[in-house]
Every structure is written in structure tokens, then in C-alpha cells.
């Protein structure tokens, strides 16, 4: 079946853009979570969705939020980009079930760098 | 807050070695992940480990989880190169806490 997709892959913008990132999950997945993962910070979480509601939002500033659309499809939103959002940004999606091991898997990610 | 810290963060063994990798997070939890991750990729799913005492192993890697010492580890037997990469474990509470990683280089 197919995985986690994640477009576009790679992104370059300048300070001050802004940018949309998106996640489509593994058919019958209907959590999507986004995950920032940086040199410096690590993996830190940014928010879950869930049925096309915002269920946890980690611990960002406002210029970043998100969206799922009716068929789990995500999208992120980074606006008045900073040279520090400059990251990889990974989407996850899990079943939230116990029979498939509350398991969550991992796109292949975008890499964005803002300069 | 909920703090995830992985010892040792960078492992340098020689192949055919074995070593442990350890995950201690500050609260409790209903389960952890353990994830692997290759330079420029995404994370690989290894273990879920959801109750005291859960033991998994693959391959070469083994994973377990005590929820009272709030403590699991990942354990290498006879490394081969192949498992080089980062191995992150991460908990979930609300969200998947990750810890910072443990880089491990197999030589020769």
C-alpha cells in the first residue's frame, strides 16, 4: 500500500515568505501529525490532527498552523518565515488503533531552508 | 513537562560487538516508539512497546520497556555496519516525545 507523501520534497524561501506544506497519509489513516526536526532542537512536535480537528498543538508560535481536509489530507502554514524555521518537516499518520500497534509512520519529509 | 533522554547520544562499536542504547523519560506513559533514521531520511519504524515488561526483538535489535523504572533500552547483538544510523526512542503522551538520538557508527 502506498506510504506517507510529503510535497514538495525540497522548498527555499526567503525571510519573510511564506510557505504551505503537505502530507497525505496512508489510505484509512485519519491522524496526521507534524513534526519539526532541526540540528539544534531535535524532533519536536507541532501539532495532530484528527477527523479534520486540531486534537494537541505542541509548543510554536502562531505563525504556524495547519489543516485537514476531508479526505485526511494535511497541509502546513508557516508564515513571515524566519532563517530559524529552516528544517525538515515531517508528517506522520497512524490508525490510532490497537491492532495496528498505535503505530505511527513517517513521510520522507520536506526540506525547507529559508534564506 | 515531559523530558526523553537517550545515553549514550554518539556510539562508535566495532562489528560483531554487542551494546545497549538507553531511553529514561520523566513521566508516565502508555508506550514508546523506538524509530531508526539514516542521514537525509525519514524515521523507520522499529518497536512499539505498549506495557511493562514488553520484550521485542528484530533481527538483531532488541527492544524492552519497564514502566517503573521508566526505562527502556535498545540492544545490539553482533553489530554489522549495515546498522549505522541514528536510533531514536520517543514517547507518547499527547504526542511523540522523541529523545535527541544515539548516533551509532559500526567499523570494522
Known amino acids: 500500500k502506498a506510504g506517507v507523501t510529503q510535497t514538495p520534497r525540497y522548498l527555499i524561501k526567503t525571510r519573510g515568505q511564506q510557505v504551505t506544506l503537505s502530507c497525505s497519509p496512508i489510505s484509512g489513516h485519519r491522524s496526521v501529525s507534524w513534526y519539526q526536526q532541526t540540528p539544534g532542537q531535535g524532533l519536536q512536535f507541532l501539532f495532530e490532527?484528527?477527523?479534520?480537528?486540531?486534537?494537541n498543538k505542541g509548543n510554536f508560535p502562531g505563525r504556524f498552523s495547519g489543516r485537514q481536509f476531508s479526505n485526511s489530507r494535511s497541509e502546513m502554514n508557516v508564515s513571515t518565515l524566519e532563517l530559524g524555521d529552516s528544517a525538515l518537516y515531517l508528517c506522520?499518520?497512524?490508525?490510532?488503533?490497537?491492532?495496528?500497534?498505535?503505530?505511527?509512520?513517517f513521510g520522507s519529509g520536506t526540506r525547507l531552508t529559508v534564506v | 513537562e515531559l523530558k526523553v533522554e537517550q545515553n549514550p547520544l554518539f556510539l562508535s562499536m566495532q562489528e560483531g560487538k554487542n551494546y545497549t542504547i538507553y531511553c529514561n523519560y520523566s513521566t508516565t506513559s502508555d508506550r514508546l516508539y523506538w524509530y531508526r533514521q539514516d542521514p537525509g531520511k525519514s524515521l523507520e519504524s522499529l518497536f512499539v512497546?505498549?506495557?511493562?515488561?514488553a520484550v521485542k526483538q528484530e533481527g538483531r535489535l532488541m527492544a524492552s520497556l519497564d514502566t517503573k523504572a521508566r526505562l527502556s533500552t535498545l540492544h545490539i547483538t553482533a553489530a554489522v555496519h549495515d546498522l549505522s544510523a541514528t536510533y531514536f526512542c520517543?514517547?507518547?503522551?499527547?504526542?511523540?516525545?522523541f529523545g535527541k538520538g544515539t548516533s551509532l557508527l559500526v567499523t570494522p
Open positions: 506522520a499518520s497512524s490508525l490510532l488503533k490497537m491492532a495496528d500497534n498505535y503505530g505511527y509512520t
Open positions: 520517543a514517547v507518547h503522551r499527547y504526542a511523540l516525545n
Open positions: 490532527y484528527f477527523s479534520e480537528t486540531q486534537r
Open positions: 512497546l505498549l506495557s511493562n515488561g
